[in-house]
């Protein structure tokens, strides 16, 4: 167990609706990171927030969206969703200084029909 | 996109045997870090090794680098079934962004 705690685990859904993913990183870790796997593209970093604060950004798209509240716990809102935002959508978080060694949830898997 | 490429793809050997896999990436880096993934589940941190270092050994574990040819390998052995996962290189340049490669798909048969 990594610490990270993810939910909900499995999400199905239809075109154009928007979902909520939320993130509890380890006791301790100030950042949080979202990543999304899908088999053609891989491992793709979303976004990074470090103690309530946007600290990275990578290929996340306009129709998406995250968060992290004063108790460090975060949320990613997907809207409008298409197809091809069906994936795994990974939560993980570091203590955010120094090595960045990270630990990941068990994921949340979107399903988009 | 990716930063780094692992080879092979996709790896199949003899419990027991030696595992080696590689990556490859395109611009300097701070550290590289290896995870592993079994099917579905979430990426697990196996080890880190700095920029300046060479060679680091965890258990059945041992990594490489070479920052002038910008490559990692993973050597895993005495395989066992539980080594069966998908294996990530992930590197960073400084910042606390990882960007993952490709991954590598172990099979051990028993």
């Known amino acids: 167990d990594s610490g990270v705690t993810q939910t909900p685990k499995h999400l199905i859904t239809a075109t154009g609706q928007r979902v909520t993913l939320r993130c509890s990183p380890r006791?301790?870790?100030?950042?949080v990171y979202w990543y999304q796997q899908s088999l053609d593209q891989g491992l793709q970093f979303l976004i990074q927030?470090?103690?309530?604060?946007?600290?990275a950004k990578g290929n996340i798209l306009e129709r998406f969206s995250a968060q992290q509240f004063p108790d460090l716990h975060s949320e990613l809102n997907l809207s409008s969703l298409e197809l091809g935002d069906s994936a795994l959508y990974f939560c993980?978080?570091?203590?955010?200084?120094?090595?960045?060694?990270?630990?990941f949830g068990a994921g949340t898997r979107l399903s988009v029909l | 996109s990716q930063q780094g490429e692992e080879d092979p793809q996709a790896l199949s050997i003899q419990e027991g045997e030696n595992a080696t896999m590689n990556c490859s990436y395109k611009?300097?880096?701070?550290?590289l870090q290896w995870y592993r993934q079994n099917s579905g589940r979430g990426l697990v941190h196996l080890i880190l090794?700095?920029?300046?270092?060479r060679e680091k050994h965890s258990g059945r574990l041992r990594v490489t680098l070479d920052t002038s040819k910008k490559s990692s390998s993973l050597l895993i052995t005495a395989s066992r079934a539980a080594d069966t996962a998908s294996y990530f290189c992930?590197?960073?340049?400084?910042?606390?962004?990882?960007?993952f490669g490709t991954g590598t798909r172990l099979t051990i048969i028993p």
């Open positions: 090794i700095r920029s300046n270092e």
């Open positions: 611009t300097s880096i701070n550290n």
């Open positions: 992930a590197t960073d340049r400084g910042g606390q962004k990882l960007t």
């Open positions: 006791s301790g870790d100030l950042s």
């Open positions: 927030y470090y103690n309530g604060e946007e600290r």
């Open positions: 993980a978080s570091s203590v955010g200084q120094g090595q960045n060694i990270q630990y």
